[in-house]
């Protein structure tokens, strides 16, 4: 079922939480609201939840206009970051509660936890209670209770915050396989730029209760639309230096690279980590710098390199023999990189960006 904002707004008091949300998730679509805290992003979930009232706009889940709706009509179901389980029920008591709200019968309720429990592994703790369990079995169980009403739409609320790093790991997998299994229209809320990024079909970044940019993940990695999305997205994010653009060159004190366009005025380069080099000091279209700090990651290490008052991060191979204070340049990937306007931090359309490559193309042979 398609889930809409339509110029959705919301205010407590005199602060806009959120501003003028026009916001679209096809049918089966995995979207992530994604942004730091007091972005709105939570604000927007608990509107579609029916858990707070729009100061203004509409919703509507398919056809429906829920708006004015009360939360137990809208057919929703929404997953927390605290769990939410009731202590004193077992763990097949939870799962089936929504059930017995709509008065199923018992052999219908037995049946479909029965199902919901197996398809997320945890048929076997049916009879224990929630003290008894793992932060992960708890999350699932709390996913199961979710999925066993068969609802419209899934709303998550950060449930992923309360789990440790590995955990996490697995969880965002199954979650992933799990949604597209039931291809039920789902909106997941997060400020881990990690979990938007490998979990969304489309990512909703959201900064001061405003939409920044709509895009699939690849889109906002490669084309960020602003200097907010560019720094906010990708760990680390998108490099961004200062500078000018004349006669088809980026130029500042460090040095010049070319580029395809951009007005001759004040400038920002933006390049991921994995489309540059490291180069010799004074190599031809690079930025002369000083390697601030070097930090292997296994396969792969990353290099921060000092660029006048810039810092900029190089992912190379793992076996770099830079050393911190080393003379060094950097030299982008000309074709990979973007211009964003310097007063207004808007992408300039038509600046070139190609397609992503793997990490850790960028040459380390030619490193100081």
């Given at each position: 079922?398609?889930l ?7 205010r407590?008091?005199?602060?806009d939480?959120?501003?003028d ?8 679509c995995?979207?992530?609201?994604l942004?730091?805290?007091?972005c709105g ?10 858990l707070?009232?729009?100061t ?14 009360q939360?137990?009509?809208r057919?929703?179901?929404?997953v927390?970051q ?6 004193h029920?077992t763990?097949?008591?939870?799962i089936e ?21 197996k ?6 703790y ?5 003290r ?9 169980v ?15 609320d ?6 440790d790093?590995?955990?996490r ?7 992933k396989?799990?949604q597209k299994?039931l291809a039920?229209t789902?909106?997941?809320v ?7 990024m ?10 001061n ?12 990695y490669?084309?960020p639309?602003?200097l907010f999305v560019?720094?906010?997205?990708g ?5 961004l230096?200062h500078?000018a653009?004349?006669n088809g060159r980026?130029?500042r ?6 580029v395809?366009?951009?007005p001759a ?7 991921r ?8 000091r004074?190599?031809?279209?690079s ?6 700090v ?6 792969e290490?990353l290099?921060?390199v000092?660029v006048?008052a810039?810092?900029?991060n ?6 770099f023999?830079?050393?911190?204070g080393?003379?060094c340049?950097?030299?982008?990937d000309a074709?990979?990189?973007v211009?964003f ?5 808007q992408?300039i359309?038509g600046?070139?960006?190609g ?6 193309t960028?040459?380390?042979r030619?490193?100081a």
């Open positions: 079922m398609e809409r904002y339509e110029q959705v707004c919301k407590f008091g005199a602060a939480a959120l501003i949300l026009d916001l679209h998730a096809p049918d089966g995995f979207l992530v609201m942004g730091p805290s007091g992003k939570t604000t927007a979930l608990r509107l579609l939840a029916g707070e009232e729009p203004s706009g509409r919703m509507f889940i398919g056809t429906r206009d829920v708006t004015l709706l939360p137990r009509q057919d929703i179901a929404m927390f605290s769990y939410a389980l009731y202590p029920k763990v097949a008591e939870n509660y929504p059930l017995r709200i709509r008065r199923l019968s018992q052999t219908d309720r037995q049946e479909r936890v029965q199902q919901v429990a398809m997320l592994n945890i048929d076997a049916l009879e224990r209670y929630p008894q369990l793992s932060g992960g079995q708890r999350q699932r709390a996913l199961a209770r979710a999925i066993v009403r068969q609802p419209q739409a899934f709303l998550m950060e449930p992923l915050s309360n789990l790093a590995q955990l790991f697995q969880m965002r997998a199954e979650l396989r799990l299994s039920v789902t909106v997941y997060t400020h881990d730029q990690l979990e938007a490998t979990m969304a079909d489309l990512i909703a970044v959201l900064s209760g405003r939409l920044q940019q709509l895009a699939t993940p690849a889109e906002i490669a084309r639309a602003n560019a720094s906010f997205c760990s680390p994010p998108m490099n230096v500078g653009a004349t980026f130029h004190a460090e040095g010049s690279i070319p395809d366009n951009g005025s004040e400038l920002v380069l933006g390049f980590p994995e489309h540059a080099q490291i180069t010799m004074g190599a031809p279209d930025f002369a710098g000083e390697i601030y070097v930090e292997p990651l296994g396969s290490t290099v921060s000092k006048g810039d810092r900029v190089v992912r190379v191979w793992s076996d023999q830079g050393q911190i080393d003379q340049g950097v030299r982008p074709s990979r990189t211009l306007e310097t007063d207004s931090g992408l359309q600046s070139t960006n397609a992503s490559k793997q990490p850790g960028g040459s380390v030619e490193s």
